[in-house]
């Protein structure tokens, strides 16, 4: 099988190295991938969102699949325009991944399905906003409706900090902001595939949100991640496919707008039960960092069927007993003003480790005076992957493998996976 992978990130990274290790899989491609990438896949520079241009690219390579990592090539219609061309497509078309693209939308296909989450208020005036805010009272949680790349949520007890991210929402012609109540409890991270009617789960991981150690400073992309959850109740797959994921897939089929590909699921475990916080349409960054550093199951026939409606026919999935852990290496400033330029150095020592492998998001080769030179280019950098027997030895991997990588100016939280959390 010849595949293309379109994005830049890190996630693209894992996708491209479990595909690498997939027997099925005889070319790899990616547009237009990373330095990293560029080491397993041959680098296209075409533009993500620009969906003629990756299907044009599709067809003249001749490829059997197309998997579409990032959201906003999804929402764009990038994956209709790969389909239109007659080339499986990995990756919902732009009406299905309004799931992502309008957090309203989302939670109008939540209540249809009766799918838990929480309650919501969509305000399209300041006013409105207001009397949304204090109708749920703090803390607040005030979600701009369209793609934010994760920074737009705030969830905080000042009211006029709350009321403020509201009316910069607001700011934007046309815009809606989503007001809902706080959820309290652990979040979970859980990726379903679907071919639009069948659901395959994933393993459950959980991410870390915030920049800083003890869930400080702003939300971010996400700053590192683990899987297993030791803690998770037993039958959270399973009741989370049976009141989430299949009836959301049931509801996008209905409405004609079938969903295939992968519903990212974030869940909170409240006191209350297992609410959905947000769906995403496509898979989380650096979550599956650590769920394809533990599935067994080659993943290139997965994905293949998921695109194709067949993934009713594929055997169940196998996982390694084995736990990852994986750390976000984030350039200086990052994420209000990440600072691009900065060498980076000691990858292959952090790779040599055992159980430690490296990967890259955003970074770029410049040319310097003794050849190419590694250098930040995006605010997450670096994802560096531990695999070990138990989430403890997974966690001492991923840091030995941070331990030798040097970024000047560079952040990372110390506290991911922690056995404390
Ligand atoms: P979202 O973009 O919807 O994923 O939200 C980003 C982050 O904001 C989530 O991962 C949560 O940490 C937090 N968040 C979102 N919605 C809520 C909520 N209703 N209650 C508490 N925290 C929330
Ligand atoms: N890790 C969060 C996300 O991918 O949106």
Redesign the pocket.
Known sequence: MEILVVGTGAREHALVRALSRDPQVTALHAAPGNPGIGQLATLHPVDPLDGAAVAALAVNLGVDLVIVGPEAPLVAGVADAVHDAGIAVFGPSGAAAQLEGS?AFAKDVMAAAGVPT?EPRVATTSDEAAAALDTFGP?Y?V?DDGL?A?K??V?TTDRAEALAHAQACLAKPGSRVVI?????GP?VSLFVLSDGAHVVPLVPAQ?Y??ALDGDAGP?TGGMGAYSPLPWAPADLVDDVVARVAQPTIDEMARRGTPFAGVLYV?L?LTSKGT?V??F?ARFGDPETQVVLARLATPLAGVLHAAATGGLGQIAPLEWLDDAAVTVVIAAHGYPADPRGGDPITGIEDADALPGVHVLHAGTALAQGPAGDQLVAAGGRVLSVVGVGADQTAARAAAYSGVERITLPGSHHRTDVALLAD
């Open positions: 957090k929480a803390p949680v979600k934010a994760g737009g949520v969830v809902e109540e706080y959820l309290d979040e991410d949100k915030r939300n974030g909170a609410r916080v947000e995403n």
